[in-house]
């Protein structure tokens, strides 16, 4: 297993700036992934981080509204961009050993765009 | 494109019942189908999982049944305790990805 943690746990922004979301990971892991979960919704992938790769961005998502870096094998951020209040949610990064197959998330950080 | 069904999406039971969450799956691809419990205010947190050459895993009060030919499987917490009060997810996926299901919000009454 791996502990995940993130920082920070919750921030209010204001529209129009960018924050920047940190993993950090216990263990040496290949994959990292970034999620978005509305609120009692269900989880969202926005990305998945490989270390020493760019990051795979899902449907919907793109670089420049979510760049994230991965420079190492225990640590990835997460920027949003230009934020809006439709942003307004909970950021998870999980890790997984090699796979996808078992995936250990951090505590989520809860962003509100005002 | 939901590729992961989910459902109920709310559920109470009695202290002692049983829970039981169905998914389904569109994904014949699909080769690795978790579980996850997320706990308010926590990150969701690996329950159980169960590969398509099974038909059934337990493991304690949590057993996964799993219907290949009908592409479903489901999550069956016996003797349901006030503390598996949680959100269920049920997720499929391969070793690259996972899709999650929308969630079910169980409540386990006294």
């Known amino acids: 297993s791996a502990v995940i943690s993130q920082k920070p746990s919750r921030d209010i922004c204001q529209r129009g700036t960018s924050l920047t979301i940190q993993c950090q990971v216990d263990?040496?892991?290949?994959?990292m992934f970034w999620y978005r979960q509305q609120p009692g919704q269900s989880l969202t992938l926005i990305a998945t981080a490989n270390q020493g790769s760019e990051a795979t961005y899902e449907s919907g998502f793109v670089i420049d509204k979510f760049p994230i870096s991965r420079p190492n094998l225990t640590f990835s951020t997460l920027t949003v961009s230009n934020m809006s209040p439709e942003d307004s949610s909970i950021y998870l990064c999980?890790?997984?050993?090699?796979?996808?197959?078992?995936?250990?998330f951090g505590p989520g950080t809860r962003l509100t765009v005002t | 494109q939901q590729q992961v069904k989910q459902s109920p999406q709310s559920l109470i039971v009695q202290k002692g019942g049983i829970s039981i969450i169905n998914c389904a799956y569109e994904n014949t691809a699909f080769d690795y189908f978790p579980w996850y419990q997320q706990f308010p205010g926590k990150g969701p947190a690996l329950l159980i999982a169960i590969r398509p050459d099974v038909s059934e895993k337990k493991e304690g009060r949590f057993t996964i049944s799993f219907n290949k030919s009908a592409k479903q499987f489901s999550l069956h917490i016996m003797d349901s305790q006030p503390g598996d009060s949680a959100t269920y997810f049920c997720a499929a996926g391969g070793y690259q990805k996972v899709t999650f299901g929308i969630g079910t919000k169980l409540q386990v009454i006294p």
């Open positions: 263990s040496q892991v290949t994959m």
């Open positions: 999980s890790a997984g050993s090699g796979t996808a197959y078992e995936q250990y």
